[in-house]
């Protein structure tokens, strides 16, 4: 019997270590996947971002330093453009969660008891991710030409000036990333609103409040998770994103975004140094302002 209770004394404390080493094990390969694409391009871009020109050296070559005045560089040169892609995104998403949340309460909440209609309205939602992103960008900018029959009808009812464009304007932008981004908005917002318990509407109704009452007392509140995840899904590429506001799209010289810039002193302009200093500036202020979002929107869980 001691003999026994000194080889379980023994066996029990080694259990927890080897979970643990399999937990660790498991983890590896992830941790190797965000070691190697991850955190190494980002120490890389931090480094790229602090070069300064090779002295004698051709366009294009950069030696490593802790040039930190390319931060100020580049906030100073392009300011308009960093407060145009805060703003455009912003815009965007407002506009995305009008659009969006009427739709999936219909497909989460209204279109419960036609299982058949609630799938078909959820396959017409996603069905624009089987169709490449700059092919749909480019077909809006077919349609919303000045030769098109959209424009075209459009001025010949007065409703345009005969001088006036689509193309190249803040709106156009505006509309390419609300279309592009639309889906990520309402996914998250169907997937809160399906789950939504239609008994606390109808408790809601019960205590005599009307409709909108309801609505902005229940149902919004209980949407939120789903309003901040489709909010952060939308408002993150879009800041980012550089082909809607792009000269071969939907925009023109007065609507280059921070992407847009970015390319070009990555692929044109050869300055490395304030194209990855830009692209940390972007990354930071995207982590700055989400953190405030979230905290503000009281969904912590989120981060």
Excluded at 22 to 36: D, N, Q, R, S
Excluded at 176 to 193: D, E, K, Q, R, V
């Amino acid at each position: 019997m001691a003999f026994a209770a000194f080889q379980t004394a023994e066996v029990v404390p080694q259990a927890p270590r080897k979970r643990s080493r399999i937990a660790l094990f498991l983890l590896l390969p992830g941790l190797l996947y965000l070691v190697l694409f991850f955190i190494t391009p980002l120490i890389s871009l931090l480094l790229t971002s602090l070069q300064a020109p090779t002295e004698f050296g051709d366009i294009g070559q950069y030696d490593y330093a802790f040039n930190w005045q390319n931060y100020v560089t580049v906030m100073t040169d392009y300011w308009p453009h960093i407060v145009r892609s805060f703003g455009y995104a912003l815009a965007a998403t407002v506009f995305a969660l009008l659009f969006s949340y009427p739709l999936a309460y219909f497909i989460g909440v209204k279109a419960r008891r036609w299982p058949m209609l609630q799938g078909l309205m959820l396959v017409l939602v996603i069905a624009p991710f089987f169709i490449s992103f700059l092919l749909r960008t480019l077909a809006w900018k077919q349609l919303l030409s000045d030769e098109s029959f959209v424009i075209t009808s459009l001025k010949a009812l007065s409703l345009m000036a005969p001088d006036a464009h689509f193309t190249g304007t803040p709106f156009a932008v505006i509309f390419g990333l609300t279309y592009n981004f639309i889906p990520f908005m309402t996914l998250p917002l169907y997937t809160t609103l399906e789950r939504l318990d239609l008994r606390y509407l109808e408790a809601g109704s019960d205590l005599y409040a009307n409709p909108f009452t309801v609505f902005r007392k229940v149902t919004i509140p209980l949407s939120m998770p789903g309003i901040v995840a489709g909010t952060l899904l939308t408002f993150i590429p879009a800041a980012g994103d550089y082909v809607n506001a792009s000269r071969d799209f939907l925009g023109g010289p007065d609507t280059q975004m921070m992407g847009n810039v970015i390319e070009a002193n990555f692929l044109v302009l050869l300055n490395y140094p304030a194209a990855a200093a830009l692209s940390i500036i972007l990354m930071a202020a995207i982590l700055v302002l989400v953190g405030i979002y979230v905290k503000r929107s009281g969904t912590e869980d989120l981060l």
